[in-house]
């Protein structure tokens, strides 16, 4: 079995990585990112949702990009360029 702390760490790493990467690649372009929402049927995704979604913010957060947030149509919060 995967080691909780590891995935969450390789997830930010990664998923900033990529921020910077399309940031850097393609300047100009819209940015889309979405939080997660957790699904009943899914034992657990109560609990990891919100550690996904708080790994989502700060990497955003860290970004040297100036973001807008966006209301999405359904539950949780987008962060728009």
């Known amino acids: 079995m995967a080691d909780a702390g590891q995935v969450l760490s390789e997830f930010q ?22 939080n997660l929402y957790s699904i009943p049927q899914i034992p657990g995704a ?6 996904f979604n708080q790994i989502v913010a700060v990497s955003r957060a860290r970004s040297t990009y100036r973001w807008r947030m966006c209301t999405a149509p359904f539950r949780g919060v987008m962060a728009c360029c």
């Open 13 to 34: 790493t990664n998923f900033t990585l990529i921020l910077q990467s399309l940031r850097t690649a393609l300047p100009n372009a819209r940015i889309v990112v979405s």
């Open 46 to 51: 109560d609990q990891v949702v919100p550690v």
